[in-house]
């Protein structure tokens, strides 16, 4: 399978406790995203990096959450004192870059977090 | 203002019907692309079809088409020939601008309903 991959497929926690999210985007794809997806909603854009380095972050990723793609490969999303609040799917995308809005981002299977 | 509205959060279809699904959008940028996704119930995110804002056809990609109203700001999905499998979330999306803005945004989905 040469797809977006996320691991775990879904994570129970408790609150305070730090959580982290892999993501192993397609392999020739140069960028990589981070959304966050809430029950009755539609993804909402976290961050996104080109290569290793993280270009955009959006206001929901407060100073709790931290990015990182280190090779410009796979990448890991961290939370940091977890709260209810954060409970949510996360998602990854991944894109070969085109230069053009016709850029298509190509999902993983997303990551449930529960947060108790 | 939102950016997407997808005005209808369920729809039932009877299977091999043809079912329109309504987005519209908000835009300044002269150059934007759209996008559909579906979403099953196991959370991944499905690329399905793309148009462009100077695509002067609509797009189509096998069962799926994308009627482009550019005046009335529009991009309706159309699926010909419902099937079971069809049954999923259905999220409409843009990403403004050819540079400097990567992410995606999402309307709140339609959720497809394909009746045997």
């Known amino acids: 399978d040469t797809g977006v991959s996320q691991d775990p497929r879904h994570k129970i926690t408790k609150r305070g406790q730090n959580v982290t999210f892999r993501c192993d985007p397609i392999s020739e794809h140069n960028r ?18 080109q290569n290793e380095a993280q270009l955009e972050k959006s206001r929901l990723l407060s100073d709790r959450f931290s990015a990182e793609r280190p ?46 | 203002a939102q950016k997407i509205t997808q005005t209808q959060p369920g729809m039932f279809v009877q299977e091999k019907e043809a079912v329109t699904l309504d987005c519209t959008y908000d ?19 499905i690329f399905l079809i793309y148009q462009g804002s100077y695509d002067e056809q609509n797009a189509t990609e096998g069962r799926y088409s994308l009627n482009f109203q550019k005046a009335r700001k529009s991009a ?27 992410k995606l945004t999402f309307g709140t989905g339609t959720r497809l309903t394909i009746i045997p």
Request: some cysteine; aromatic content about 16%; glycine content about 10%.
């Open chain 2, 27 to 45: 835009t300044s940028d002269q150059s934007y692309g759209l996008f559909w996704y579906k979403q099953p119930s196991s959370g991944e995110m």
């Open chain 1, 32 to 49: 990589l995203y981070w959304y966050r997806q809430t029950l009755g909603q539609g993804p909402e854009f976290l961050t996104y990096f």
């Open chain 2, 76 to 102: 309706n999905l159309v699926i010909s020939a419902s099937q079971l499998g069809d049954s999923a979330m259905y999220f409409c999306a843009m990403r403004e601008g050819d540079f400097g803005n990567e």
């Open chain 1, 71 to 116: 090779k410009g490969s796979f990448s890991t999303l961290e939370i940091q004192r977890t709260e209810q609040g954060d409970s949510a799917m996360y998602l990854c995308a991944s894109s070969l870059t085109l230069g053009s809005n016709q850029e298509t981002q190509y999902f993983g299977p997303g990551t449930r977090l529960l947060v108790l």
